[in-house]
DNA sequence: TAGATTGTTAATCGATTAACAATC
DNA sequence: TAGATTGTTAATCGATTAACAATC
């Protein structure tokens, strides 16, 4: 009985949303099958990945002609939980925050922001796109009567550990965090970080090692 | 002599900003010395994870001491390629990109974004921050003159492969896209995506398996 | 039918973790 | 000295990839 399940593998979660756009796209262009070998040649991926995160949504396919486009894009919304729009509120409204509130791409992933608190009193009563703009002194009843599981944190760092237990207490279940700083809190409580500085550095790392790896060639025979 | 280096593994060079965070807090408090133990206590890892990661850095420590917070902090940061400022063009200033061009903590990267472009002919000789937003068409001959490597792409999905294979032909070589699309692009060319979608989809993913979890236990047996 | 594509089982690869000797 | 911490070498774990039979 103790299966232990620790879920879809999180290298293919990550990998769902690229075939979702790619399926969607293909939709509206009126196709109705498509094959792994399809999907993974549009992606830059191997056909076997493909057909292994595939196989993680418990869709199956069809030899020759490959698997339900339709099929294939309700079963990745299912398999992430984007089927049904949970309510989220966002709390900081800075740049990046406007921006957060303001994007309109969240409806595909099943995520609304319905309400956002910043400290700045100035702010309140306003409207960011259509989000309205909250007092954080609320924050806890706001919660409690919408139950809100999800909070997306953009503010600056040195508050971002004090904002996150003030959400968690209030009910808060998973935690979007954009702060740059690494939140210590229970281990139930979902945290996800997207964090430039982790993105750049990736990128900064492989142009360095690009460098020199032309130097060394360079350096060594030219061919 | 075929070393066929890859560099230091991405999963380290993930966790490498969060390190450089925490050392120049705690050098700002004036500490000298660090153990491994602490720093993975402090972001939530294991001690040993810590130690390797450190020494992809080349740096060695001091059994019973630790290492020394000065010497991390400058060897992470070249190891990231942070060391030396590198100029950066944005193109696209809508609500993200905006965000992007009045991020402060990119000097921290060695990052500077110098120019922006934006297909918006209003916007054009205004500036977002303290960046001027200049017309696409001059795009080519300001990457040309300024030796600009790299590109972060803010502007619509639908847009993004063209404009990234404009940047690429004008020079550049490495590309931070923020538009939710995968481009294909020479071999050649560094780019990460930084994706909301991606991020938000381990959020919900996890969300949902917590859900089912919780069902599970509840529907057998409480402990 | 022949050939492309699927799904499964096994092999490989790489990162994490464990064990432990070295050392300040 | 004793004990905490480092660095190395080996074991484990999990994801990717390969091989191949099944099938439309």
Redesign the pocket.
């Given at each position: 009985m103790s299966t232990d399940y620790?879920g879809?593998?999180?290298?293919?979660i990550?990998?769902l949303p690229s075939y979702l756009r790619l399926l969607k796209a293909y939709r509206d262009e009126g196709m109705e099958m498509?094959?792994?070998?399809?999907?993974a040649d549009e992606l830059g991926?191997?056909?076997?990945?493909?057909?292994?995160?595939?196989?993680c949504t418990g869709?199956?396919?069809?030899?020759?002609?490959?698997?339900s486009v339709n099929g294939l894009i309700d079963a990745i919304v299912e398999t992430l939980g984007w089927d049904n729009a949970t309510d989220a509120i966002l709390v900081g409204v800075g740049h990046l925050g406007s921006a957060l509130a303001r994007y309109e791409g969240f409806g595909n992933y099943g995520l609304k922001i319905v309400a956002a608190f910043d400290a700045e009193e100035k702010k309140w009563g306003k409207k960011v796109g259509s989000v309205p703009i909250l007092n954080p002194a609320e924050m806890g009843t706001y919660i409690r009567d919408n139950h809100v599981n999800i909070a997306v944190i953009a503010v600056p760092a040195e508050h971002a550990q004090a904002v996150a237990e003030q959400v968690v207490g209030y009910g808060v279940r998973a935690i979007w965090n954009f702060a740059p700083k690494d939140l210590k809190l229970e281990e139930d409580v979902v945290v996800q970080r997207t964090d430039l500085a982790t993105s750049f550095a990736v990128l900064s790392a492989q142009v360095k090692l690009r460098l020199e790896q032309k130097k060394h060639r360079s350096g060594s025979v030219t061919w």
């Open positions: 620790n879809i593998p999180i290298p293919t990550k990998r498509i094959s792994a070998t399809l999907l991926l191997k056909p076997i990945q493909v057909r292994k995160d595939i196989s869709i199956e396919g069809k030899p020759k002609v490959g698997f």
